[in-house]
């Protein structure tokens, strides 16, 4: 492997305007939940929904421009597309193509991820690699969610639809002038299928006989998200410093170089157990959940474009960066910002 490094030239998030607070999921879905549980749960207070009209591939397009912008970067100089959800607008082709068109960027080659929560971190891996090899040379990583379209919104589904929000984040990776410090310092991904069942949406599905779509799968809410949450919660907390670790030793780094911790927002209390657990003070931790709710592969983007907005992440700090979710799959990254 040669011994160019790839950075993050810039990065952007774009959320939809409407705001749908706690109550707002009592009110106007009828879910019977409170405001109460879900703060204390999930530290979640609210959480962006599209209106009608707005695509996927629409809020990727917002998030990239400004990405864009804040690297710099003409769009005309992307020449790879890495387009992380698992939302998508059709079931084929991918997002990626119908935001590639959406940008005017014809003929850029563009790929779906679908590595779910840990889908950005997928995608900046695979960019670290396509930049390194020096087969591409700027590549737009994003993230993007609509979940509000594909959400059991009524008491069934309140254990999952509260939880999640639609929003993108995206960043444009390119290579690290010659001698510049900055850049992607490692980037550690895993996947264990045998927990697949845990946190999946099961249908429609070609895995179905005779054909990959009933009615009974939709009136079974078979359609809609389901989760193991308690599945999920003590694997993410076990996972998410492991891979870390991993990280951490792979760049030859220690946890108090750690400048700022931006982890994917699933849970405020699994991102609190992380912290502790690593003795990580929670000043260095990034949470962005209070206001956008879980946002799958768009977190981490939406939390270093916060966090640079708010001068909370700097050139010269260290940058982590952490998810676990479905797959299962879970990864983390090391940033010299
Ligand atoms: O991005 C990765 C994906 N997701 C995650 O990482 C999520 C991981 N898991 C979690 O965050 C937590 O497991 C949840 C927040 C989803 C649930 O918290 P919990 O403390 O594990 O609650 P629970 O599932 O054990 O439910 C406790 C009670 C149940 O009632 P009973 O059986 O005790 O009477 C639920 O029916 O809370 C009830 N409940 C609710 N009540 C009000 C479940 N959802 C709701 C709700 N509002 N929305």
Known sequence: MSKLRSKILGVGYYVPPRVVTNDDLVKNYGIDTTDEWIQQRTGIKERHFVDAGVTNADLGVEASTRALAAAGVQKGEIDFILYATLSQDHEFPGTGCFFQAKMGMPGVPAMDIRNQCTGFLYGLSMADALIRTGQYKKILVIGAEMHSRGLELNTRGRDVSVLFGDGAGAAVVGLAPAGDESGILSVKLHADGNFAKELWLEAPGCSFHPTRMTHEMIDDGRIFPQMNGKAVFVNAVRRMPEVLAESLESAGKELSDIDLLVPHQANLRINEAVAKGLGLSEDKVFNTI??????????????????????????????????????FTWGSALVRW
């Not at 709710?293 to 982590?320: D, F, W």
């Open 290 to 327: 209070q206001r956008f709710g879980n946002t799958t592969a768009a977190t981490i983007p939406i939390g270093l474009s916060e966090a640079v907005a708010q001068g909370k992440l700097k050139p010269g700090m260290l940058v982590a960066m952490v998810a676990f979710g479905s797959g």
